[in-house]
């Protein structure tokens, strides 16, 4: 960024700052605080009585972790209160990065220590809001027993040893979609997990945990001169309830792959600073691990091309690295991962922003995927053309954010935790309209998801909770996601990003 642009930007911090000092200000940063701290005091507590609202029922180990209160209470009253959970923590973000705008005092330092107790307590409890966490200590059990999770699936699991509880249903037909290093991991959480599913799961928690605490300490570190940087990125993370509920309560593996390829992506952003070769070599490694976790992060190894297409030496090591991960392990699996990849059942609900469209010509999700391939690659492309250039030497972290927004954006299968790898790589980007854009995305999908048991508007519930659960799947989400689209291309070719960053270098 040019000098005078530094200059404009830092009275403009300046400027925001004196406001910051009015009362409504301070009460954003502090009802923010409140907001979020509520919120993840709702989901320990909807985590705790597990067994009251979550299938499938949950044999637990006779000493824990995890534990669980065996206490009956309202199914209808803790989704209610998870509804709330979700309003309280779009709104502590909302309002803190606002605050953070304006330059006004916000508790972070309370926020984070209660935010991290909060993740703390999560872990050693069962996961909920999604059954997949079970899922993958089925496969890893699978794998533990020698046989592929890529062929036999939690159907003939739960058969093979005679299971009444704890294999869900939703995916018990389908075999592990996910790479070999994710199945390297479910292995060896039920190795340490034993025989219990509910121990297995914990361990992936637990991993889990440490992944998002070492993405929280790398940004607070890469902005530690840096206070509206560290701010935002804190908010955006590391005190994000929604965060904290899709990967950590639920347990998603899309947490480890997004803290290993966020890696790999500031890693090859450092490439001035010695060595080149050798930073090419361990982006590229990074990368094609978190691809192997999740192949959706293949979007992260695109990036780093893309970043560095003029630079054919570094980009050279940056392929190596990745073909250094990828094809052993797929190798060493055999080919059966790659078919169970490209035989992938259409996971996901709801169609993203064709659903405002197709749901009401009844158009199925599957025909939406046709639809989506043809338009997901110039919107691809248009991202990364047009999206600011953002922080000195951070371009493979830019095209991060453009390829991953827009992908997520256009594609119909959402769920919550998919947007992780949006908001890993926007905490290490400029404050833009972006910003709104992913906080929107993530909001509506999460309550749109919510209880996150599968099947579409619960039966068992009240008739008006069921309403507000149909209401969110078929005009909610589709409409919110078709205004989030229609502002990105918008956006592109106008350049009104409002790219809002006082701090023109960070390391």
């Known amino acids: 960024m040019s000098t005078s642009n530094t200059k404009s930007a830092q009275m403009s911090h300046a400027a ?6 009015t009362g409504g200000s301070r009460v954003l940063g502090w009802s ?3 907001a979020i701290i509520v919120s993840i005091l709702i989901m320990i507590g909807s985590s705790l009585l597990r067994k009251n609202w979550m299938p499938p029922p949950l044999t637990m180990p006779t000493v824990g972790p995890p534990w669980e ?6 199914k209808t009253v803790i989704i209610a209160s998870l509804w709330v959970a979700a309003l309280l923590a779009t709104y502590g973000v909302i309002a803190g990065l606002v605050a953070v705008r304006r330059g006004a005092p916000v508790p972070i330092r309370t926020m ?31 794998a533990a027993l020698g046989r592929s999770p890529y062929v036999f699936t939690p159907f003939q699991y739960r058969h093979l040893l005679h299971l009444k509880f704890s294999v869900p249903v939703d995916w ?50 890469l902005f530690r001169d840096d206070r509206v940087g560290r701010l935002r990125a804190h908010l955006l993370w590391t005190v994000n309830p929604l965060i904290v509920w899709s990967v950590i309560a639920a347990g998603h593996i899309d947490l480890l792959a997004a803290a290993v390829g966020i890696a790999g992506l500031l890693i090859a952003d450092r490439w001035t600073t010695g060595r080149p070769w050798l930073r090419g070599l361990l982006a590229g490694l990074c990368v094609g691990a978190a691809a192997d976790i999740k192949i959706d992060y293949a979007l992260f190894a695109l990036a780093i091309v893309w970043s560095l297409r003029r630079r054919p030496r570094e980009l050279l090591m940056a392929l190596l690295g990745m073909v250094v991960v990828l094809v052993p392990s797929y190798a060493a699996v055999g080919l059966v991962a790659i078919k169970a990849l490209a035989n992938r059942s259409t996971m996901g609900f709801g169609y993203g922003f064709y659903g405002f469209f197709f749901h009401r010509l009844g158009v199925s999700l599957n025909d939406a995927v046709p639809a989506a391939t043809v338009l997901i690659i110039p919107v691809m492309v248009l991202a990364l053309l047009r999206i600011p250039d953002g922080y000195t030497k951070r371009s493979a972290v830019r095209a991060g954010v453009a390829l991953s927004l827009a992908a997520w954006l256009v594609w119909p299968h959402q769920f919550a935790w998919y947007s992780v790898m949006i908001i890993v790589a926007l ?40 309403q507000v659960q149909y209401q969110n799947l078929t005009h909610t989400m589709p409409l919110t996601m078709l205004i989030a689209i229609v502002c990105l291309i918008v956006w592109c070719f106008n350049g009104r990003w409002n790219v ?4 023109s270098q960070v390391v």
């Open 112 to 142: 984070v220590i209660a935010v991290f107790i909060g993740v703390i307590v999560l872990t050693v409890l069962p996961p909920v809001g999604s059954t997949d966490a079970l899922d993958y200590a089925v496969y890893g059990h699978i």
């Open 500 to 503: 809002w960053h006082p701090q």
């Open 16 to 21: 925001s700052a004196d406001t910051g000092s």
């Open 427 to 466: 905490m290490f980007y400029p404050a833009s309209r972006i910003d709104w854009l992913a906080v929107a995305w993530l909001a509506v999908v999460t309550f749109a998801d919510i209880p996150g048991i599968g099947g579409g508007p619960d039966k068992h519930l009240v008739v008006w909770l069921r």
């Open 69 to 74: 209160m065996t206490e009956h209470f309202s």
């Open 32 to 34: 923010a605080a409140a």
């Open 172 to 221: 018990e037909h389908d075999p592990s979609v996910y790479g070999p290093l994710a199945t390297g991991e479910e292995w060896l959480a039920a190795k340490l997990g034993g025989a219990s599913l509910a121990r297995t799961a914990f361990w992936l928690k637990l991993i889990n945990t440490i992944a998002f605490a070492a993405v929280a300490y790398v940004a607070d570190r």
